[in-house]
């Protein structure tokens, strides 16, 4: 059974950092990408950053590009949300997702491109 978890979310003041961690297991497929989401309330689902575990190319939508980093540790299954300069739009519920696929679509991550979710991790960003 596929899993994701995800964990390291809290909250923390405008200009704090934190980093999210999504840890994977199940997986009957070699190659994948992680895609990273949020949600705020009364907003819909957005893809903020992806990263391909076949070759470790990287995706950001410019909200979070220059304050967040996205990256992998193959041998722990886990990929990680560094959140820089955290703003209080930052706020929402983080979600990371999987598609076995080789390589990252460059273009904003589509939910409905990854057919595996974690349960999400509240961040919250007071200013």
């Known amino acids: 059974e596929v899993q994701l978890v995800e964990s390291g979310g809290g909250s923390v003041q405008a200009g704090g950092s934190l980093t999210l961690s999504c840890t994977f297991s199940?997986?009957?497929?070699?190659?994948?990408?992680i895609g990273w989401f949020r949600q705020a309330p009364g907003k819909e689902r957005e893809g903020i950053s992806c990263?391909?575990?076949?070759?470790?190319?990287?995706y950001y939508v410019d909200s979070v590009k220059g304050r967040f980093t996205i990256s992998r540790d193959i041998a722990k299954n886990t990929v990680y949300l560094q959140m820089n300069s955290l703003k209080p739009e930052d706020t929402a519920v983080y979600y990371c997702?999987?598609?076995?696929?080789?390589?990252?679509?460059?273009?904003?991550?589509?939910?409905?491109?990854?057919?595996?979710w974690g349960q999400g991790a509240q961040v919250t960003v007071s200013s």
């Open positions: 199940g997986f009957t497929f070699d190659h994948y990408v």
């Open positions: 990263i391909s575990s076949s070759d470790g190319s990287t």
């Open positions: 997702a999987a598609d076995p696929r080789f390589y990252i679509r460059v273009g904003v991550p589509l939910a409905t491109e990854y057919p595996y």
